[in-house]
């Protein structure tokens, strides 16, 4: 796509969402550029953010003034304009399907218990808010579901939740469920817990999706380590 | 396509995605048998629709033997395969990713908040479960928020969620928001833009709405009769 011009892309890398736009961009070498908007710091309700984006929220992909929000869509627009490799979003409609029904499957389960979980026991501790003890234990039963649900029926005898290659899902899932020594390379925030310690099928798969995206997870952590410069030389 | 074998559904019609993908399939003529799925009567979770969808969900979809769950994939799906107009599921990429986005937005944003209300005020009465009257009103609140963003961010400028025209984000939408018609109570009352938004909704779909609306009118009905 000659003369295309980059996107841009507003991303938080304490948000999983953004990580899993950020190393697709980095991994299907899409030309971008980052605006990093800090949710911690309250980044995303200034004027000019909120006039950006009315949900406050990232990522927020603006292509050449077509702003789009949430992640899917911005992956699956990503993957349909760029010319990246057909197992991310397939185009014969019953692999599409499959990715179609994990990525709606994904918000009120694998995102929506994983994030409890590391809000009340990340997030919130680490800026004195008060954390929910009931709410907590809850979100790690339903998270516990939720993986029963990765392994017995999306990987139940595939290598990859949709297939036998790596697709959008498997981006947006692990992002969700990266060990938390990871996430730390991401945050300075973290926990020592690892959902998918006692789980070795996840745990393979897991693996799998690491090495596919070898990488550009390293590219990812790269510019992190270049934001941590940036940030302690200030301090 | 000739020679093609009707689809099989599994609905229950109490089921907001259900009617959503009930109407499109009646709207387009999409050739298919209805097998209904009684949720209040625990039919999910008979061993052989376990076998069927382990998630115990409805819709499914049974494709002569392809079998998808979550009603956007399905309604995508359907789009795709069949020969409906392009409105629905837009081909050019950027009409289609606004589709994408507000179906990905919708999960925890107006079914999430509609549903809580319609369980609170009326499912779980109706079935002799405790109520919680502080998730009921945060509920009402949040649904509160999410008209607001319909209104303000989708609506701003355009007739239907996504466009000019009506799209799959209207027909999931609009099945949402008459859930809580249920117990009489119309949550676009007193907004003129979303009742206005509805009512072209409502006329796209003409006849197709209504039938599938019917258990929603019955209950209705129902409840307010008790009161």
């Known amino acids: 796509m000659a003369g295309r011009q980059a996107v841009k892309a507003y991303l938080d890398l304490l948000s999983q969402p953004c990580r899993a736009v950020l190393i697709f961009l980095k991994h299907n070498k899409i030309p971008h550029t980052l605006e990093l908007v800090a949710l911690r710091k309250g980044q995303h309700k200034t004027p000019e953010f909120s006039k950006l984006n009315p949900m406050q929220k990232v990522p927020v992909l603006d292509d050449n003034g077509f702003v789009l929000t949430e992640s899917d869509a911005i992956l699956k627009y990503l993957a349909t304009t760029y010319n990246v490799p057909d197992h991310w979003y397939p185009k014969l409609p019953e692999k599409r399907a499959r990715v179609d029904e994990y990525t709606a499957w994904h918000h009120v389960n694998t995102r929506m ?32 579901g939720t993986l029963d649900m990765l392994e017995n029926m999306f990987l139940k005898r595939k290598p990859f939740l949709c297939g036998d290659d790596i697709s959008l899902a498997d981006l947006l899932a692990v992002c969700e469920l990266m060990q938390n020594s990871f996430d730390c390379l991401f945050q300075p925030m973290c926990s020592g817990r690892d959902v998918l310690k006692d789980r070795p099928k996840l745990l393979s798969w897991r693996s799998r999706v690491q090495s596919a995206l070898s990488d550009s997870f390293d590219e990812a952590h790269s510019v992190v380590y270049q934001i941590r410069q940036k940030f302690t030389a200030k301090l």
């Open 113 to 144: 218990h994983a994030a409890t979980v590391f809000l009340q026991e990340v997030i919130f501790p680490n800026m004195g808010q008060p954390t929910n003890p009931a709410k907590f234990k809850k979100a790690l039963t339903d998270l516990d």
